[in-house]
């Protein structure tokens, strides 16, 4: 299929090293997030979600670290192996029932064998 | 079916013409939604049903864009005269309730308006 994110920033790293993913949020309102992972030709991915009242969930070989004071979340993927090539996209919830997405732009992750 | 499904995965369209894409939501998902997702971007939001109402359309950039899910379970986004800034993935996602919760994608249909 056609490939997502043609002119999106790259992370390149290599396989069995820890990857680490930086997404900015715009609403201080918000108070769920979720990582989605996209591979091309196919819909986004759920990987991991967050609430505002916590700073660091843990899910299979994958981490979120959520610092509201600055508005920052991460994504990190511990030994990354080559099906976690894809695009990483953070989202933040608008609305009180989590009924709409934002989505931020975007980070490429090659991982190298 | 066991996922979101969506139809027809490619669609070609001349300026001008209508086209209709389909959503096949999981079965038993009361909450549907409509993203746009152009080259390069993430998916931005369209518009929300829960059940067969339509609760939120303020992301349908035009009134050229329409949807409707009419017994609450398919779902179909028609947009009308159809311009080149509309092509893109059209993605369907729905979920189980109107709570916050995993929400789950179909593949998208891309339309390329030429």
């Known amino acids: 299929g056609e490939s997502v994110g043609l002119h999106l920033p790259t992370l390149s790293v290599q396989e069995g090293d820890n990857s680490i993913i930086n997404c900015a949020y715009s609403?201080?309102?918000?108070?769920?997030f979720i990582w989605y992972k996209q591979e091309s030709g196919k819909g986004p991915q759920f990987i991991i979600d967050i609430r505002s009242n916590m700073d660091k969930r843990q899910g299979q070989r994958v981490t979120v670290l959520l610092n509201k004071t600055v508005k920052h979340l991460s994504l990190q993927i511990a030994a990354t192996q080559p099906g976690d090539s894809a695009v990483y996209f953070c989202?933040?919830?608008?609305?009180?029932?989590?009924?709409?997405?934002?989505f931020g732009g975007g980070t490429r992750v090659l991982v190298k064998p | 079916g066991a996922g979101v499904s969506q139809s027809p995965r490619y669609k070609v369209a001349k300026r001008g013409q209508d086209v209709a894409l389909r959503c096949d939501p999981i079965?038993?998902?009361?909450?549907l939604f409509w993203y746009q997702q152009a080259l390069g971007q993430g998916p931005e939001f369209l518009t929300y049903?829960?059940?067969?109402?339509?609760?939120?359309k303020s992301g349908l950039p035009s009134d050229r864009f329409f949807a409707e899910r009419p017994e609450g379970s398919v779902s179909t986004l028609k947009i009308q005269r159809t311009q080149q800034e509309d092509s893109a993935v059209y993605l369907c996602a729905s979920k189980v309730r109107d709570l916050a919760g995993e929400l789950f994608f179909g593949e998208g249909s891309r339309l390329t308006v030429l």
């Open positions: 609403n201080s309102a918000s108070d769920y």
């Open positions: 079965s038993g998902h009361v909450s």
């Open positions: 049903f829960q059940n067969e109402a339509q609760l939120d």
């Open positions: 989202a933040e919830n608008e609305g009180a029932a989590g009924n709409k997405l934002t």
